[in-house]
């Protein structure tokens, strides 16, 4: 059925799933490119021949200028793409009030049938107070309500609702539960955090993600509004995000800038395209900056959107091989504001621990870093059984890792301690990030699949230790202590 949205792989709270819209099956995450069908600088066809079967284009602009009055897929001569169209309320945002009612704007949607409509809600933007943004949320909510019939009677477009807030994550939580609890609407999207995206205030974007992606039915696919730099897509993605809009790919290309999967550069700053795209494939720095401006902007636009494309495969790839917290991790040391966001997000850590699927189907070993990595669900999900660990002995054995083979049942040092205390004792190894490990356990992922650096920081060795001897005071009077005298690890003896 349209609408329908079917999960297909999960990894943390991100995952890769199936929705159907009247132009077939789309798979999430995806991005939309925002076509502006007034400005011709990149086309339909352009977008597609990069990789792109769907984008999104301004309802109130085609509409207001008459450019499209039936079938939207025919008149834009795209009749395989998904088409998603907005309202007008970025308009909203940038001009103040437009001169549209919502029935009007929902009205026309239904009639000229993209895959994917918006109503017209206030966007929430940089509201000046409290007060201000509540009523952005209660009028969106309204407004919501008042199209009703109309959406009813179009069920073949996924009509999606946004939810407004800003700032404000209690608003935020509000609007949410109202927007989830109306089954009219098969999509949500986040409004409005265009200005919190400019202001690289990327913590508040973490929070206000985490807000309506809690509150929400998991089943319901999450659109974020203007998510369009790749280095914070696969933060969205790992809370849940599930598509994305952005017209930044144009307007960075209009004011020569070049985007990187961590970065946005300066064109004429730039000596050389470390990309493979066919643009930069084909041209230098040079070339573009020597082109008038309508093909500069159309080239850089195309590589623009090449990086977004590449950037959301990427993430997914991570998903699939259950490594998206490797890979946050990694996108976290390209700029200090993405590194806020990667804190940020480990503050939901429980939240990711929770959708985070336990098994998959390929076994790879965890790569562990620093204490971040204490973050991990894996981690998270020892942590928790350790807690509720029930000695069967008095006496515990703790041999420490250093030297020692994985699988450690099978190491020939461990074989030999086992074979003399098994009986006597419980045994467990002592490893960084993992605390200590039960060795009748051990075989099980991800207790022998991992690997940690050689160095280990000091604030890792220390919250290891500190793990260990709570776990040893807590539930031992006897421990016995192997192979630890070279060991960074220093267990207290009891
Ligand atoms: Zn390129």
Known sequence: MIGDFEVKDEDLAGR???LETKHGKIETPVFFPVINALKSEIGINDIIDIGFNNF??????LKKNNLVTTDIHEELKSQKSVIMTDSGAYQILEYGEIEISN??????QSKIKPDIAVILDIPTGEAENELEAKYTVEETIKRATEVEDIITSSSDIIWTHPIQGGKYLDLLKYSAQKANNNDKYKMLALGSP???MQNYDYTSLIDMIYTVRSNISRGKPLHLFGGGVPHIIPFAIALGVDSFDSASYILYARDNRYITRNRTLRLDKMEYFSCSCPVCSKYSPKDLLEMDNKNRTRL???HNLYKILEEIRETKIAIKEGRLFEYLQEKAYSHPSVYSAFLRILKYHDYLEKYDPRVKGEVRGILLYDSNSFYRPEIIRHDKFMMQFKPKHN??????????????I?????KDIAYEYENDADIFIAVPFYGLIPLSISESYPLSQFEIPTEIDDLTLKLTENKINEFIEKKYKQIKIFN???SKLHIMSV
């Open 16 to 18: 890769i799933g199936i």
């Open 56 to 61: 999104i284009t301004n309802a109130y602009i």
């Open 103 to 108: 029935k009007e704007i929902v009205e026309y």
């Open 194 to 196: 265009t200005v919190i």
């Open 300 to 302: 850089l636009a195309i």
């Open 395 to 408: 006496l515990a054995v703790i041999i420490c890792y250093d030297n020692l083979n994985v699988p450690f």
């Open 410 to 414: 099978y190491d020939d040092y461990i």
């Open 484 to 486: 630890c005298e070279k």
